[in-house]
């Protein structure tokens, strides 16, 4: 086997590979020296070895015997989070070595799915669960709702595993249809108001991200609705009036920042009736 051949299979490991998995493979120890004195890869931890581009995340993870759990690792697969972690979030099994709890947030709980030597990351059902003890219910509802939306999970599929309570809280609300994570927050904000909730549904060729009742639509800004996408906010918006509906568009910051003023201009709408299709012509 060629020095090329090594490079290939590291890569393919996902930049990061046990010097033991390597040797599996048939790859001889005088090959991967040859490859580490000609600076192709690199030795991160005694047994472990690395591309020189490779993630610094994942390097990190390997130097400390850990693996990239909770927020952190729910990031890196594209799920919902609250805010990116200052400090990243990793897993150690108890016993283990772990890592400096001043650089970052460990979590020693026992996994709920054994973690193979050779990972460097959660399987996602280990990090849902230590998102569920890790983050407020609001803010773990939306990852897990997340997670569903993007199909890394399904609800039958997490089902049949043993969940500790915050877990099966969040397993019996979660649910595929929101894909921003604010959307989430709706539902436990709104059910005292008693009236139909309707996430991520189809008006007039679009969707709204939420209809209160029949006709009070409730839009959510991210930070990508500007230029382009801003100007066709606007055009369906207007449509959405022409056709008789209530539009309540708010920030990220008002939702996140000023629910207080959002909830008063819902409450006032739904007082004046105008959540409901009676209301259309009046």
Not at 258 to 268: F, G, P
Request: aromatic share 4%.
């Amino acid at each position: 086997m060629s020095q090329d051949n090594l490079i290939e299979a590291v890569t393919n490991g996902g930049g990061v590979m046990r010097v033991e998995r390597l040797r599996e493979l048939g790859f001889r120890r005088t090959l991967l020296e040859s490859v580490l004195a000609a600076g192709r890869l690199q030795r991160v931890r005694r047994g472990w070895v690395a591309l020189p581009n490779v993630d610094p995340l994942l390097a990190s993870a390997a130097r400390r015997g850990v693996v990239l759990t909770c927020i952190t690792q729910a990031r890196r697969l594209g799920m919902w989070v609250h805010e990116t972690p200052a400090a990243a979030h990793v897993g150690a099994t108890p016993g283990s070595a772990g890592g400096k709890p001043d650089t970052i947030r460990v979590h020693w709980a026992r996994p709920l799915l054994p973690r193979h030597p050779d990972s460097l990351v959660d399987p996602i059902e280990n990090v849902l669960a230590i998102v569920a003890e890790c983050e407020p219910h609001e803010q773990a509802l939306a990852t897990w709702d997340s997670a569903l939306n993007k199909g890394l999970v399904t609800l039958e599929g997490l089902a049949g595993y043993d969940w500790r309570p915050a877990a099966r809280r969040l397993l019996g609300e979660a649910t595929p249809f929101s894909d921003a994570g604010l959307e989430t927050y709706l539902r436990p904000r709104l059910r005292w108001l008693r009236h139909p909730i309707r996430i991520q549904t189809w008006i007039a060729g679009h969707r709204v991200d939420a209809l209160i009742g029949e006709r009070l639509v409730l839009q959510i800004d991210g930070a990508h609705h500007v230029g382009q996408q801003r100007s066709e906010d606007i055009r369906h918006d207007a449509e959405l009036r022409l056709m008789g509906y209530h539009v309540v568009r708010i920030s990220y910051h008002q939702m996140m920042h000023e629910w207080a003023l959002v909830q008063d201009l819902i409450m006032r709408a739904v007082a004046q009736g105008l959540h409901l299709a009676s209301r259309r012509r009046a």
